[in-house]
């Protein structure tokens, strides 16, 4: 992909096929793309572009080196854990919260953070926050705007109840 700054540089294409999907689903993936547009910060995935053709979304960025958080962690990949020295989840949790507080004061609100959507580079020590798909606007008249969305164990209990098959009983 074309950058003004480095010219040439690897970029990450999501290529989403849009036949057959509910109006509801592409009104969601455009506000994904309307979101990561709004958003410039070190720890937020910098978005490039975004192209739409009748039965196509292709939405660039840039291209992540490094894993997910979920492959250190034990409960997601036992198998693979791989863990992380104490000062290391220090950094990790530092950078995590520059980039919440970027995107919070955006009015933005992620609503499915979890290990899976933060890619962490141990090269360069870049933390990154990813997937805006189920991200949301902060509004004043609607406190808990994620209620319902997002990875049941990853989120809020006041979200849990809104979740189709939950039951808090």
């Known amino acids: 992909a074309y950058d003004r700054m480095r010219k040439y540089a690897p970029a990450a294409i ?9 109006e509801a689903k592409v009104d969601m993936l455009l506000r994904e793309v309307q979101l990561m547009n709004m958003l410039r910060h070190p720890n937020v995935i ?9 039965n196509t979304l292709w939405i660039l960025t840039e291209f992540l080196d490094g894993l997910s958080l979920d492959h250190y962690s ?6 693979l854990h791989k863990g992380l020295k ?13 980039g919440l507080a970027y995107i919070h004061s955006k009015s933005i609100v992620h609503c499915d953070f979890k290990p899976a959507n933060v890619m962490f580079d141990e090269k360069t020590m870049k933390v990154t926050i990813i997937d805006f798909g189920m991200s ?23 979200s849990l109840d809104a979740m189709p098959g939950f039951n808090f009983s």
């Open 74 to 79: 034990f409960l997601d990949h036992p198998k």
């Open 14 to 22: 999501k290529v989403i096929p849009l036949k057959g999907i509910p």
């Open 46 to 54: 910098s978005f490039k572009e975004a192209y739409m053709e009748p």
């Open 136 to 158: 949301a606007f902060l509004r004043k008249n609607r406190p808990f705007v994620c209620r319902g969305y997002g990875t049941p164990i990853y989120s809020p209990p006041e």
């Open 86 to 98: 104490p000062k290391i989840i220090k950094y990790i949790a530092k950078e995590l919260l520059q």
